[in-house]
C-alpha cells in the first residue's frame, strides 16, 4: 500500500464512523445538521471534485468524475429542497454514494496491484546481480554494465544473470523458468547457459556471449511485458463500447428528467414530482461508468499470457490468445517439430565406393549447411576432416548441396537434385529419408537415414483433436514414403510431402483460403503453423498465429513467430489452446455480466425500483467481481493430466 | 523508433483517454498506455533525435495532465 492509499484507507475509515453516528443523532438544528454532512462530503470527496472542476477547465463533459459529483451534489441539493418544504432532508445517501465509489476504487487498485505482482511474480526470471571476481575476491556488480566476454561466477541456488558458456564447473540447471520444463538440465564446460536458469549444485564460472539486455530472461520479459499492448478485438470493443456507453446514459438521464413528466403534465394532465424524476436521473449517473468493463478484460488478456509464460508458453499479443482460441487448423512442420529431427544412419546402398570414403563426402558436401539433415549427418559421423578440402559449396534449397571436394563435383541430395543433373539414381525400397551421391555426373549410392518420432507428438495430436481441431495437417519436404509413415503413426488425417520451403509457403496460403471445411457454420478459418523458427520463419510469419518451438536462445524465432514455446514439446501447442479458451470463455462472462447488471439497473432505476444505494453496488460489485473474476485464468489446470 | 517509458497512470479509462490525445501530438506515428504494466510505448517518426524526441515527450506529458492529473512519465 503506497502513501496514497493510506490516506484513502483514512479518510474511508473516518467517513463511515462519522456518518453512521451522525445518523443516530437527532439535531435540533438543521443548520448545523447541513453543515456537518457537507463536511464529511467534503472529506470523502475532494478529489472528486478537484478532478471534477480539472474535467470541466478542459470540456470532458462525460468525465466520471464530474458525474459523480453531478450524481451526489444532485442528490443533496433534492435534500435541500426537501428542507425548504419542512421535512428533514436525506443527506446519508450522496456521502454513502461517494464513500462506496471511493471504497470500490479503493478495492480496485489494491486488486490491480496485487494482480501485477501476482503475473510479474510468474515472470520473475530477471537476475538481480552478477557475481565478478575482482583483486581475489568475489563481488556484486549490477549486470546491465557488464561487458560482452565477462567471466561471472555462479553459486549454488543463484540464477543465471547473462547468456554465456560455462568456462569452468559442472552442475544442473533448473530451467523451469524459461521452458516450464521442471527437470533439470546437467551441464557441463562449453555448454550454453541461458539468463534465468537457476544453477542448483555446482559452482559456475560462464563467460558471457551476450549483453544484459540482449540475454534470454530480459527479452522474454521485455516480450511478456509488451505483448499485453497488442490489443484484442474484444478489448477494441471495449473501448469503442466504453466511448458511447457514458453520453448514452448522460443523454437518457437528461430525457429522463424532460420526457416523462412533460408526458404526465401534458398529455395526462396530472401533478408531476419533479424531484422523483430528477432523483431517477441521477441514479443514471452513478451506474454510467463502464469502468468494470474497461479493467477487467484487459487484466483478464493479461492474467491469461501471465499464466501460459509460466508454462513456457510465450504469447506476444492479446489478440493471439483471441485467434488462438478460435483456431480450426493447426499444421505441423515434420522434421524437428513432431519428429526428433535428429537423423539415425540406417543403411548404406548400392556404393561403389569405399563405405567411409562415401560418408566423408557426404560429410564433407554438408559441412557447412544448418539443414537438421545434415546437422545429424555430422552428429553421427564424428570425424575432423581436413575442409580445405572443398574449394566450393552450393546449396539448393530443398534438394541438396553441390560441392568441389578434391577437385571432384560432388552431388548430395534427394531424386530430383540428380533428376535436374541428368543422373539417373537407383530408388529405394526402405523407409527412411534417402540421401543420393553422385560423384563427377556418375551415381555412387546412396544412405537411408531416418528420423525418430518425439514421444510427446502422439499426445500433441490426441488433446489437439479433443480440443475440437478438425483439420490437423502435416507438411515436409521428406519423401512421401516417410511422410505416410509418420502421418499413419500420429494419426494425422492430410499430410503433403515432397514440399520445396516455398511450397510450403503456398500451401499454407492456399489452406489459409480453403474455408469449405467451415463454410456451412460460417466461421473463420484460423490457422497456426507450428516450425522450428530458423528454417521455417517464412511459413511462421505467413500463417494466422505463427508457433515456433524449441526457441530457448534464438532470437529469429523470439522475432518472427506470434507464439514461442520455449522447449520443444509439441503438447505445448494444445496448452496454449486451451489457456487461450478459459481466457476468452473468462473475458465473454465478464462482458455479459458487466453489461447486463448495468442494464438492468437503469431500467429498474428508470421505472423507480433501484435507488441510488443499488446503483451504486452495481457499479462497484461489478467491478470487483469482473476483476476477481479475471484472476480465475491464473488457476488454469490442463485437463489432459 | 519505439521507446518504452515508465509511467505512473491511475485510471483505466483514463489511459485510453490519453492514448488518443498522444497520438495526435506532431512526431508520434503510435502510443500505447499499458494501464496494467504501468509502461508508456512510443513509436516516434522515424527522422527524430534524441533532444526531438525529449520535447515530444514533454509534450506528452502536458497533454496527458490535461486528462488526468496524477499522470507522471519517470525518465
Known amino acids: ?641 | 523508433m519505439k521507446k518504452t517509458y515508465k509511467v505512473e497512470v491511475d485510471c483505466a479509462s483514463c489511459a485510453n483517454l490519453m492514448e488518443e490525445t498522444a497520438k495526435k501530438i506532431n512526431g508520434i506515428k503510435e502510443v500505447t498506455i499499458n494501464f496494467l504494466t504501468q509502461k508508456m510505448e512510443v513509436d516516434f517518426d522515424d527522422n527524430k533525435d534524441e533532444k526531438e524526441q525529449k520535447k515530444i515527450i514533454k509534450e506528452v506529458l502536458k497533454a496527458c495532465k490535461k486528462v488526468e492529473e496524477d499522470f507522471e512519465i519517470y525518465l
Not at chain 1, 575476491?137 to 544473470?161: Q, T, W, Y
Not at chain 1, 539448393?396 to 553441390?402: D, E, F, R
Not at chain 1, 517464412?538 to 515456433?548: E, F, K, M, T, V
Not at chain 1, 455480466?593 to 448495468?598: E, H, L, R
Request: one cysteine or more; charged letters at 20%; aromatic letters at 8%.
Open chain 1, 1 to 641: 500500500m503506497n502513501k496514497k492509499q493510506k490516506t484513502m484507507l483514512i479518510r474511508i475509515v473516518i467517513t463511515s464512523i462519522f456518518l453512521a453516528s451522525l445518523s443516530l443523532i437527532n439535531f435540533e438544528n438543521n443548520i448545523l445538521r447541513f453543515c456537518l454532512y457537507m463536511a464529511l462530503y467534503l472529506i470523502i470527496g475532494y478529489d472528486i471534485i478537484k478532478k471534477s472542476l480539472h474535467g470541466i477547465i478542459n470540456f470532458r463533459p462525460f468525465d466520471e468524475n464530474l458525474l459523480m459529483m453531478t450524481a451526489t451534489l444532485g442528490a443533496i441539493g433534492l435534500g435541500l429542497y426537501n428542507e425548504t418544504k419542512g421535512q428533514q432532508g436525506d443527506f446519508n445517501e450522496a456521502i454513502a454514494v461517494m464513500l462506496f465509489y471511493q471504497v470500490g476504487e479503493f478495492f480496485q487498485k489494491l486488486a490491480i496491484n496485487k494482480s501485477r505482482k501476482n503475473i510479474a511474480s510468474l515472470m520473475d526470471i530477471r537476475p538481480d546481480y552478477a557475481n565478478i571476481e575482482k583483486d581475489n575476491e568475489i563481488i556484486k556488480v549490477d549486470p546491465s554494465n557488464l561487458e560482452i566476454g565477462s567471466i561471472i561466477i555462479v553459486a549454488p541456488g543463484e540464477k543465471i544473470p547473462i547468456d554465456g558458456i560455462i568456462i569452468e564447473g559442472n552442475s544442473s540447471l533448473n530451467e523451469s523458468a524459461l521452458t516450464g520444463e521442471s527437470k533439470p538440465r546437467t551441464i557441463k564446460k562449453d555448454d550454453e547457459v541461458y539468463s534465468g536458469s537457476i544453477n542448483l549444485n555446482g559452482l559456475i564460472k560462464i563467460k558471457t556471449i551476450k549483453s544484459f539486455g540482449e540475454s534470454t530472461a530480459s527479452k522474454i520479459i521485455e516480450l511478456v511485458e509488451n505483448a499485453s499492448n497488442k490489443k484484442s478485438k474484444s478489448e477494441n470493443f471495449i473501448s469503442k463500447f466504453a466511448k458511447i456507453y457514458t453520453p448514452i446514459v448522460v443523454f437518457c438521464a437528461l430525457a429522463l428528467v424532460i420526457i416523462p413528466p412533460l408526458f404526465i403534465k401534458i398529455i395526462l394532465h396530472n401533478d408531476v414530482n419533479f424531484s422523483q424524476w430528477i432523483y431517477r436521473a441521477l441514479t443514471f449517473l452513478v451506474i454510467s461508468c463502464p469502468c468494470a468493463l474497461i479493467i477487467s478484460i484487459p487484466l483478464s488478456f493479461f492474467s491469461g499470457i501471465g499464466c501460459a509464460s509460466s508454462k513456457g508458453i510465450l504469447i506476444k499479443g492479446s489478440n493471439y490468445i483471441e485467434n488462438l482460441s478460435k483456431l480450426t487448423s493447426v499444421v505441423f512442420d515434420k522434421t524437428g517439430t513432431l519428429t526428433k529431427g535428429v537423423f539415425e544412419l540406417v543403411a548404406i546402398h548400392h556404393n561403389k565406393i569405399d563405405e567411409n570414403k562415401l560418408l566423408e563426402y557426404v560429410l564433407l558436401a554438408e559441412s557447412a549447411s544448418s539443414h537438421p539433415i545434415a546437422i545429424s549427418i555430422r552428429n553421427f559421423y564424428k570425424k575432423e576432416l581436413n575442409k580445405l578440402r572443398i574449394s566450393n559449396i552450393e546449396e539448393i534449397s530443398g534438394q541438396g548441396v553441390i560441392a568441389k571436394i578434391d577437385e571432384l563435383e560432388v552431388i548430395v541430395g534427394n531424386e530430383q537434385l540428380m533428376k535436374n543433373h541428368n543422373i539417373e539414381p537407383i530408388l529405394c525400397h526402405s523407409v527412411g529419408t534417402i540421401v543420393h551421391i553422385a560423384i563427377n555426373g556418375e551415381y555412387m549410392g546412396h544412405i537411408v537415414i531416418s528420423d525418430v518420432i518425439k514421444e510427446q507428438s502422439y499426445k500433441a495430436i490426441e488433446n489437439l483433436k479433443k480440443l475440437n481441431i478438425k483439420n490437423i495437417i502435416m507438411l515436409t519436404g521428406d519423401i512421401e514414403k516417410v511422410a505416410k509413415n509418420v502421418a499413419d503413426e500420429l494419426k494425422i488425417d492430410k499430410y503433403y510431402s515432397n514440399l520445396l520451403p516455398n511450397q510450403k509457403i503456398e500451401k499454407i496460403e492456399s489452406l489459409m483460403e480453403d474455408k469449405t471445411e467451415n463454410k456451412t457454420k460460417n466461421k473463420k478459418n484460423i490457422l497456426a503453423f507450428v516450425g522450428d523458427g530458423i528454417n521455417d520463419a517464412p511459413s511462421i510469419s505467413r500463417a494466422d498465429i505463427g508457433i515456433a518451438m524449441g526457441s530457448i536462445g534464438t532470437d529469429a524465432a523470439l522475432e518472427a513467430a506470434d507464439v514461442v514455446l520455449m522447449d520443444d514439446n509439441p503438447i505445448k501447442v494444445a496448452t496454449a489452446v486451451e489457456i487461450s479458451k478459459k481466457c476468452l470463455k473468462i473475458v465473454k462472462e465478464n462482458i455479459i455480466f458487466a453489461i447486463g447488471i448495468k442494464l438492468i439497473c437503469l431500467i429498474l432505476g428508470a421505472i423507480g425500483i433501484a435507488n441510488m444505494w443499488l446503483a451504486i453496488f452495481a457499479d462497484v460489485g461489478v467491478m470487483i467481481l469482473c476483476i476477481i473474476n479475471s484472476f480465475r485464468v491464473l488457476l488454469f489446470k490442463s485437463r489432459f493430466n
